[in-house]
């Protein structure tokens, strides 16, 4: 029944080689490698992105308080206006991660191959089929250590650097059909000699790798983030935070972002509390666009944070003569963050090129449609969601003059960070 099953599939592939046309590139081999590569892409885009969504989000999750203080009743409503930059320091462990192979074992893609034989004359998919079989080859090559196939135990995330890759022994495909492969070699050696030619044709135009997408080698991570607390009413104060599309920095890309949160006094409840103690709570909705790497895939996250803080300060007076008062602060944050996230990219350029997609013209490789090389006009897209949570210690001081307070902290959690801020009050 196998044998029955194989011949039939190279026949299918003889059949829609014999009857395609010939332009610079070959439709079907384009074809494959778009779904190898949106296998290989797909499933590594989370693992790849994720440091990015995730520490861009912790970074403007901070800087909420200078102080547990809030008045359990004010004569007027008051305004505290302010300007907060941070900044994180992008860990090793943030730099890589351990990519997911885009075929399955090699009994699993046999089982693949067989039932999209079994519906192909519902669904017509003859390519499809074909990459049944590509599918398979690749499979056994991964679980072959002499085949010259290989896939890297690591790569690098989108904070990361240097290149990883599925790499292909084409010789080895070659070889699994001449002999190498009882059931692939039965069917093919019942072919006629210029039906043989075509599959091994078709073998040897597959592109010699399918590259994982490449870092930019970053080390830091900065933002800035304006903020608008009111208060107070029964010892509670509003915070609001908007920022529209903007570059926070490079590495960020276009981030937006609006947050609203509220914080109540806890130490007015406490007579003669030794601290000023608060609690509050926080909520943000943040978006980020960003071209990442040399495809310039273009990367689409948005996020719901939820922050919960618990506050503490203690106004020291006169530390000096000279420096008068000072005020130290701390407190415990826990955040919950839950990003969805979608990634358009097309074929690495250098792909393009060896599948005839692209040319070389004066040392650049471009499209050239008018002479057959049209480009990847098709960008394929990967969805993910991302849920993660982060437990956050913070510790700072400021110092205010007169309605200005200047503040620094710095917290300590998955994603270290520092932040300096300057407000206004009136």
Not at 77 to 104: A, E, L, N
Request: overall charge negative; charged content about 15%.
């Amino acid at each position: 029944m196998k044998n029955i099953f194989i011949t039939l599939i190279v026949l299918c592939v003889v059949h829609s080689l014999a009857n395609a046309q010939t332009p610079q590139y070959n439709p079907i081999t384009v074809d494959i490698s778009r779904r190898l590569s949106k296998d290989l892409l797909g499933n590594n885009s989370t693992g790849f992105l994720t440091p990015l969504v995730t520490t861009s989000n912790a970074t403007v999750n901070s800087r909420f308080f200078r102080s547990a203080y809030i008045p359990k009743k004010s004569e007027k409503i008051y305004f505290r206006f302010g300007i907060h930059g941070m900044t994180g320091t992008v860990r090793d462990d943030q730099k890589s991660f351990t990519p997911v192979s885009p075929v399955g074992s090699k009994s699993v893609e046999f089982n693949n191959a067989t039932n999209a034989f079994a519906t192909l004359s519902q669904t017509k998919d003859t390519t499809g089929l074909i990459y049944g079989i590509i599918r398979y080859l690749f499979a056994s090559g991964l679980e072959d250590p002499t085949s010259g196939i290989t896939f890297p135990s690591s790569s690098a995330t989108v904070f990361g650097n240097g290149t990883g890759s599925l790499t292909l022994n084409r010789d080895y495909f070659k070889k699994q059909i001449q002999g190498g492969d009882p059931l692939l070699t039965l069917a093919f050696t019942q072919l006629s000699a210029e039906q043989q030619t075509l599959i091994l044709n078709t073998i040897t135009s597959l592109p010699q790798s399918f590259p994982l997408p490449t870092g930019g080698n970053i080390s830091q991570v900065y933002a800035g983030v304006p903020q608008l607390e009111i208060g107070s009413l029964f010892g509670t104060e509003l915070l609001l935070r908007f920022i529209p599309p903007v570059q926070l920095d490079k590495n960020i890309g276009n981030f937006s972002f609006f947050g609203i949160g509220l914080k109540h006094s806890i130490s007015q409840y406490i007579e003669d509390s030794p601290l000023d103690i608060a609690i509050q709570g926080v909520y943000q909705i943040t978006n980020i666009e960003q071209i990442v790497g040399v495809t310039k895939a273009e990367l689409n996250a948005d996020a719901n944070i939820y922050n919960m803080n618990l506050q503490f300060s203690k106004k020291i007076k006169n530390i000096t003569s000279w420096f008068g008062d000072l005020e130290v602060f701390g407190g415990y944050s826990f955040e919950q963050f839950n990003i969805e996230s979608s990634y358009t990219y097309t074929l690495p350029v250098t792909l393009q090129k060896e599948l005839g997609l692209m040319t070389d013209i004066n040392g650049e490789i471009v499209a050239d449609p008018a002479n057959g090389f049209p480009g990847d006009n098709q960008p394929q897209v990967s969805k993910g969601a991302i849920e993660d949570t982060n437990h956050k210690g913070i510790l700072g001081i400021a110092k205010s003059i007169g309605p200005v307070t200047i503040a620094i902290d710095y917290s300590i959690s998955n994603f270290n960070l520092f932040s300096l801020g300057i407000d206004y009050t009136f």
